[in-house]
């Protein structure tokens, strides 16, 4: 049976990474909910876009029946990418829904004070 040595030698604190992560936003913005969302939604379309177009290609050539330019996905492989762009697009919905919920509850709060002042 393997031991594992949980002495503070080997501690579980978190090393400083020299790895930075993508981010489209500036430093200042990382932490922003708006700016978050605003850099999903830009990622996430131009993900939705270049799904579609490569099913629209791929479903013209099908239609064309070249064999000197076959389709460039196979119709599970175009089957899965429609499933991933419907994904994409719901998990933007759902972003968008909650905050428009935050949104609302903000300003129902901000009328309420408003009334008791």
Not at 24 to 49: E, N, P, V
Not at 55 to 64: F, K, N, Q, T, V
Not at 81 to 93: D, E, K, N, Q
Request: contains cysteine; proline residues 3%.
């Amino acid at each position: 049976m393997t031991c594992i040595n949980t002495s503070p030698q080997f501690s579980q604190t978190a090393a400083r990474s020299e790895h930075q992560s993508f981010s489209l936003l500036a430093d200042g913005l990382r932490f922003d909910a708006s700016a978050q969302f605003i850099a999903l939604t830009l990622d996430l379309s131009q993900g939705i876009k270049t799904c579609l177009s490569l099913i629209h290609a791929s479903h013209l050539a099908r239609e064309e029946s070249d064999d000197a330019c076959p389709p460039m996905l196979n119709v599970a492989d175009t089957e899965g990418l429609t499933r991933m762009a419907m994904a994409a697009a719901g998990v933007l919905s759902e972003r968008a829904g909650s905050h428009i919920d935050i949104l609302n509850t903000s300003h129902m709060k901000a009328g309420e004070q408003a009334l008791f002042n």
